[in-house]
């Protein structure tokens, strides 16, 4: 039996709240959190903490959070719907009701899947949201990839042959760092796992090297770089494209120790020869001369790292965009170099026997409404509506909705809410009842962050240096941890039942795992018995047993004995302080997943994209309409963390900044309200007149307007703000990866 806990003690543990991974040292007093603050002694961190982070005692103790399940019981007076707490028992009957009627009455394919953002940061869904989506046996799945990061997936795909395979910026050993469309100054990085980003770009400076922001807002990381260049929203491909050309028109490609390796350079220097800088000044608004330099710049830099983010992928020509980055970094030397954009090797990477690489795939299903394929086993999140009202065979009827709040982080936020509410069912996981799981028959709430164990299984796979570090619970629950509650979702998709045990999705999950390893060739587990390893697991939940058996069995592992000095959950836990694996070391062309092992750089349909760059281009961004884009605060995390008053609390944050030149053309000044009208839809903001943004282009933030009936989110409503996504277009998006145009949505302002 397990010693309870000290009242009073000091515990470490990694930041479970963006892709940081920050240490955090938690004492705790009297059995409650007393203060939270950065580690010093983290090995990646290094005491570096961001106000997120001190606020998971808010979070724990947020009276709007739920802590049992709830379950629909009708509407009140004002039509806002009923919940009524019960017990999980209860719960899980009513989900396997509502599961079974919907899919006896229209088939499998009318139950659709969102996974939302926070699905990456926690631990039992990243462990156990799979098998939960075969079980369903649905091809209607969708997730926030493609309102963010999707075009980097379908990029490395064609490129490296595999949609995980994602180079990140050596940004510690970097001469010259170049950053398009990101703002890790308020983000804390986004694929590119590095706690303490702004000491880190001051780093870059101070060994002599240099930083260059490009960004149509003069954002704090632009304002911390040597050199911030103001481009109009969306136009990036055409700067890179220009960059290539130059490099290609002047004799600057050396590409190192992958040339052998990499084939379609003649197509390249064909495909962009029309690219000029000088066309490329018309796109996008910087000076020619000025693109010129840049392209010397990096193509005369010892190493460089060209990174691109939200920026550059939630826009038309994202996975372009993201194509064009790796080949800048091909052509100059910089793929998988120190200093460069390299791949990090996790320490829970499966270690397996080269085989012949095959041919990147999209497009093997498609919608039934709008044709777009799938990408990376999913559609588009901009199709959801549609596929929910649009009747005919396939109509989505019920909806799981993981951690996620589409409403108001996808597309025509109107049109997304009529949706959800038009369903004849919906199962929420979700800790608040918020604007889209108000929508619910069920919501089943897991613990809070201090009450589950933590490892971050997807960003150290996007590291900037090879870290591992485990994290267990702070408190105790009665709460269902995430995988226990997808392990009885997936068993009742199963047909098993609502009373069956997850314990039988974790012992088969364990005893796949260990038996796919026990069956590798030269493997020091080959031909070891898997119930023997099954007994050497560390204890603790379903995903921790999960995580210990991929560390033990991965690149840095102690293969259960064999190498007494590998890792396993028990170092770790011996470890609180993480372990460093250490800095980034060439992969190619191990890494690589293609046929032939080789980088084919058209691949994918990328002369294709350049054609339909070179039509629209002057067109799309010379059309005299303002544009408008996103932004990010330090202290928001997308929608969910807008419920904690020590991140909001002060001068409001959700305004519509825009441009002095563009507000005295319009006759609109600072503090009033403004109209933000798109094609699909309008929002009344206050404005903030400021230089910080280009002329050209207005802003307003990702995640707000928690202003409708029904959400439980109390301090949320009183710092609602507006919901930018009714202005995002669905029809909208990057053809390649199916992600919705977020940034650079053509609008106009006229005051309200």
Known sequence: MTEPAPADRTVFRTCPLCEATCGLQIEVRDGAVKRIRGDRDDVF?????????STLKQLHEDPDRLRKPVVRRGVDHDGAPVFAEVSWDEAFRVVEEKLTAVRERHGAEAVGVYLGNPNVHLLGAATHTRPFLKALGSRSRFSASTVDQMPRHVASGYLYGSGVSMPVPDMDRTDL????????????????????????IDAVRERGGRVVVIDPRRSRTAEAADLHLSIRPGTDAALLAAIVHHLIGTDQVSMGRVSALVEGTGELAAAVEGFTPDWAAGVTGIDADQIRSLADEIG????????????????????????????????????????????????TERVRPSRPGRTYRVGRWASRVSGRPEVQGELPAADMP???????????????????????????????DEAFASLDAMVSVDIYLN??????????????????????????????????????????????????????????????????????????????????????????????????????????????????????TGPYGDQFGADPDGLSVAKLRENPHG????????????ILKTVGDRIDLFAGPFLEELARLDARATEWAMDGRLRLVGRRHLRSNNSWMHNLEVLVKGKARCTLQINPADAAELGITDGIDAIVRSRVGQVVAPVEVTDSVMPGVVSLPHGWGHDMAGAKMDVARRHAGVNSNVLTDPAVVDPLSGTAALNAIPVEVVRA
């Open 300 to 347: 005369a830099a010892k190493s460089a790292a060209v990174y691109g983010r939200i920026g550059t992928t939630t826009v038309e020509f994202g996975t372009l965009t993201t194509w064009l980055l790796d080949v800048v970094a091909i052509l100059t030397g910089n793929l998988d170099e120190p200093g460069g954009m390299m791949f990090p090797r996790a320490a």
């Open 386 to 416: 549609d596929e929910m009202m649009e009747p005919g065979d396939g109509q989505l009827k019920m909806m799981f909705t993981c951690a996620g709040n589409p409403v108001l982080s996808c597309p025509d936020g109107d049109r997304m």
């Open 177 to 200: 760092f170049v950053l398009l469309g990101a703002n890790p100054f308020a983000s804390n990085g986004s694929i590119c796992t590095a706690p303490g980003f702004p000491d880190r």
């Open 435 to 552: 604007e889209t799981t108000r929508h619910a028959d069920v919501i089943l709430p897991p613990p809070s962050a201090l009450e589950k164990s933590h490892y971050d299984i997807a960003f150290y796979g996007l590291s900037i240096r090879n870290i591992s570090n485990f994290s267990d619970a702070v408190f105790d629950s009665d709460a269902l941890t995430e995988e226990d509650i997808y392990a009885k979702l997936t068993l009742i998709a199963l047909g098993m039942g609502a009373g069956s045990d997850p314990e039988i999705v974790h012992d088969q999950m364990l005893r796949e795992l260990l038996g796919a390893e026990t069956a590798v060739e030269g493997s020091p587990l080959a031909a070891r018995e898997v119930d023997d390893l099954l007994a050497q697991l560390a204890e603790g939940s379903g995903s921790v047993r999960v995580v210990d058996a991929m560390l033990r």
């Open 579 to 590: 372990i460093d694996l250490g800095a980034l070391e060439p992969r190619i062309p191990a």
């Open 45 to 53: 961190s290094s005491g570096f903490i961001c106000p997120k982070g």
